[in-house]
């Protein structure tokens, strides 16, 4: 006797779970961000973990100020560079930031990030993190 597995089952045979949440991030229309020339599209928030996804569109000679992240970040370049003390990322590559990073985050030429924060930054203005930023 035999056992199937799902496995072995053809893809139209699985039995499909759980939801998947698609967020229509073209027309979601951009809010703006706590600092000058930074704006944002919240695409993710849990409130009880802190954990967010944005994306990040920065104004040419915008900048994110002296910020800390308290836990991994992920930033996907879309179009434009994102630069810190250690270098620029340019449009295509991505960068991972260790908890505990402090920096400041330029954008000469401007910037569209793909942003994944598994907790809030902490801001030394005392500024809200971007996905808690109400205008």
């Known amino acids: 006797m035999t056992t199937t597995t799902i496995e072995d089952l053809p ?10 949440h698609i967020i229509d991030a073209v027309h979601m229309a ?4 706590p600092f000058p020339g930074v704006e944002i599209k919240v695409l ?11 994306l990040v569109k920065i104004a040419p000679g ?3 100020p ?11 370049v879309l179009d434009g ?8 990322v340019t449009a295509g590559n991505f960068c991972w930031r260790d908890p505990g990073s402090i920096h400041v ?8 990030v793909l942003a994944f924060f598994t907790k809030p930054n902490r801001f030394y203005n005392d500024a809200p993190h971007l996905a808690d930023y109400k205008t």
């Open 11 to 20: 893809l139209e045979q699985k039995r499909a779970s759980g939801r998947s």
């Open 30 to 33: 951009w809010q703006p961000g």
């Open 44 to 54: 993710y928030k849990d409130d009880a973990t802190g954990m967010s996804t944005m």
């Open 62 to 64: 915008g900048k994110i």
């Open 66 to 76: 002296l910020h800390e992240h308290v836990a991994l970040e992920q930033s996907y």
């Open 81 to 88: 560079s994102l630069e810190d003390h250690d270098g620029a």
């Open 105 to 112: 985050a330029h954008a000469p030429k401007g910037a569209l």
